[in-house]
């Protein structure tokens, strides 16, 4: 009895989509179809529409740190003057107190 050989098969990935081609013989894959790739956006209009909505959101949150910086400096010149001065002292530094102002 002669055995036909068995010829290669192709198996589609259930998790990706991949195509695989097998050789029963070899018991091997031959060779890897990867999936084709999804869009993720369907028309040019929607994307540049999505640009602009983040471009807007990068903006809003730069002006919000802006605003938050600017009032961050404000507060520390505020308190400049309520804190105490700091004097170097040798090797350590001390706090001058309220009557050693001059």
């Not at 060779?31 to 929607?46: A, T």
């Not at 700091?86 to 001059?102: D, K, M, Q, T």
């Amino acid at each position: 009895m002669s055995q036909q050989p068995l010829e290669p098969f192709e198996i589609v990935s259930p998790c990706c989509q991949a195509k695989l081609r097998v050789d029963p013989e070899l018991q091997a894959v031959l060779s890897v179809e990867p999936p084709p790739e999804e869009r993720r956006i369907k028309d040019l209009s929607d994307g540049v529409k999505g640009l602009r909505d983040e471009a807007a959101q990068r903006q809003a949150r730069f002006e919000e740190s802006l605003k938050a910086e600017k009032q961050k400096t404000n507060l520390h010149q505020a308190d400049a003057g309520y804190w105490p001065r700091l004097i170097a002292v040798g090797p350590l530094v001390r706090f001058l107190r309220s009557f050693e102002h001059s």
